[in-house]
């Protein structure tokens, strides 16, 4: 409030430092506040979406709310939304990982080569799958971090390097679920949940995103992992040491590429060298929905999930309505554009 006071029958207004700033949100246009809705909460706009999107397929079919397709939808995106939690982690430090799907097919199909050609236990191929999938998101760490190169250029490289080891290791053949121990496709197999079909693979996707929600909102890892990608050299300047937070993140990335290879054969019941070429794209494509920028330093990963369920309801409903399936293939294509173009048009949000 303004105060009045008084010199020689004269009134002098004396302004309120806060006027100017309460003027200034008085004065924004709608847009304008949803513009800084949007920046100060990014899950908003794909939740929104996400809701239209479930209403709207529920109009045109019947049966997109029943429990059988529900349960189906949410096992249909479990493999690109744990493939996506890596891609999130790489995203959020201003990198992209073209790898992923490669380095989850390869694993799959050394997990399963292991256990069937070489007679090693189950769990003990498991195992090693695990570890060589977090060597191969290590080695696109240290081509980064040591080598400076763009992670671009990096996981391109090494996309055509793995896809080509996995086609030599696997002789281009598939192994069927049934010629391995029940362990590598234990990740398929289902439950009821009040009326719902739900697999373990869904299962260990959920508490992968709890575990890293947690990562990245409560301990410095994470708040090292945002500052890196918000402002490399400020976080540098700030102490942070940068090129182990991007070793790490792209290292722990292929491990969640690797669990996602198990949750993939639990899937498809098998591991196939013929699957994946999408896998890369939809990873990247879920990120993108989920709000996450693609500049670095903003995002959520409980955001890419729902970005993942974005995918699998549009897919879904489209199929349901008899909507050929390269038009799916548009529709989400637009989707993440208008994704992208909300992005950049929330990073210039006035301060």
Same mark, same amino acid.
Not at 26 to 41: F, G, K, T
Not at 81 to 100: E, K, N
Not at 141 to 168: D, E, M
């Given at each position: 409030?303004?105060?009045? *006071?008084?010199?020689?029958?004269? *009134?002098?207004?004396?302004?309120?430092?806060?006027?100017? &700033?309460?003027?200034?949100?008085?004065?924004?246009?709608?847009?304008?506040?949803?513009?800084?809705?949007?920046?100060?909460?990014?899950?908003?706009?794909? %939740?929104?979406?996400?809701?239209?999107?479930? $209403? @709207?397929?529920?109009?045109?079919?019947?049966?997109?709310?029943?429990?059988?397709?529900?349960?189906?939808? %949410?096992?249909?995106?479990?493999?690109?939304?744990?493939?996506?939690?890596?891609?999130? %982690?790489?995203?959020?430090?201003?990198?992209?990982?073209?790898?992923?799907?490669?380095?989850?097919?390869?694993?799959?199909?050394?997990?399963?080569?292991?256990?069937?050609?070489?007679?090693?236990?189950?769990?003990?191929?498991?195992?090693?799958?695990?570890?060589?999938?977090?060597? #191969?998101?290590?080695?696109?760490?240290?081509?980064?971090?040591?080598?400076?190169?763009?992670?671009?250029?990096?996981?391109?490289?090494?996309?055509? $390097?793995?896809?080509?080891?996995? !086609?030599?290791?696997?002789?281009?053949?598939?192994?069927?679920?049934?010629?391995?121990?029940?362990?590598?496709?234990?990740?398929?197999? *289902?439950?009821?949940?009040?009326?719902?079909?739900?697999?373990?693979?869904?299962?260990? #996707?959920?508490?992968?995103?709890?575990?890293?929600?947690?990562?990245?909102?409560?301990?410095?890892?994470?708040?090292?992992?945002?500052?890196?990608?918000?402002?490399?050299?400020?976080?540098?300047?700030?102490? +942070?040491?940068?090129?182990?937070?991007?070793?790490?993140?792209?290292?722990?990335? &292929?491990?969640?590429?690797?669990?996602?290879?198990?949750?993939?054969?639990?899937?498809?019941? !098998?591991?196939?060298?013929?699957?994946?070429?999408?896998?890369?794209?939809?990873? $990247?494509?879920?990120?993108?929905?989920?709000?996450?920028?693609?500049?670095?330093?903003?995002?959520?990963?409980?955001?890419?999930?729902? &970005?993942?369920?974005?995918?699998?309801?549009?897919?879904?409903?489209?199929?349901?309505?008899?909507?050929?399936?390269?038009?799916?293939?548009?529709? +989400?294509?637009?989707?993440?554009?208008?994704?992208?173009?909300?992005?950049?048009?929330?990073?210039? @949000?006035?301060?």
């Amino acid at each position: 409030m303004a105060n009045d *006071t008084s010199s020689g029958g004269g *009134t002098a207004t004396v302004p309120d430092p806060g006027a100017t &700033g309460f003027d200034e949100r008085r004065s924004e246009s709608p847009l304008q506040r949803i513009q800084h809705v949007l920046h100060a909460n990014p899950i908003l706009g794909p %939740l929104a979406v996400l809701v239209l999107a479930i $209403i @709207v397929f529920s109009i045109v079919s019947g049966r997109f709310l029943s429990a059988a397709n529900l349960g189906l939808v %949410l096992a249909q995106v479990t493999v690109i939304a744990v493939l996506a939690l890596g891609q999130t %982690l790489i995203i959020l430090t201003a990198g992209i990982d073209l790898s992923a799907g490669a380095i989850a097919v390869f694993s799959s199909i050394l997990m399963a080569n292991l256990a069937t050609d070489l007679g090693v236990p189950g769990a003990l191929a498991l195992i090693i799958g695990l570890v060589l999938g977090t060597a #191969m998101g290590a080695i696109n760490g240290l081509l980064v971090t040591r080598l400076g190169l763009p992670p671009f250029i990096v996981t391109l490289g090494t996309l055509s $390097i793995f896809f080509s080891l996995n !086609s030599v290791v696997s002789r281009s053949e598939t192994v069927r679920g049934s010629d391995m121990p029940s362990i590598m496709t234990w990740t398929g197999t *289902t439950f009821s949940l009040g009326g719902f079909r739900i697999t373990y693979g869904s299962i260990i #996707m959920l508490l992968l995103f709890a575990v890293f929600w947690y990562a990245l909102s409560n301990t410095a890892w994470g708040k090292h992992v945002y500052a890196t990608g918000d402002d490399i050299e400020a976080a540098r300047l700030a102490g +942070i040491r940068t090129g182990h937070v991007l070793f790490s993140v792209y290292t722990v990335a &292929g491990l969640l590429y690797a669990i996602g290879a198990w949750v993939l054969m639990g899937r498809l019941a !098998s591991a196939s060298p013929n699957v994946g070429v999408e896998y890369n794209l939809d990873s $990247i494509t879920a990120v993108v929905l989920g709000g996450t920028s693609l500049f670095g330093g903003r995002g959520l990963v409980l955001g890419t999930l729902v &970005g993942a369920l974005i995918v699998g309801v549009f897919r879904n409903g489209l199929q349901l309505g008899g909507v050929d399936v390269v038009w799916q293939g548009c529709a +989400i294509g637009l989707l993440v554009l208008v994704a992208v173009s909300i992005d950049q048009w929330i990073r210039k @949000v006035r301060a």
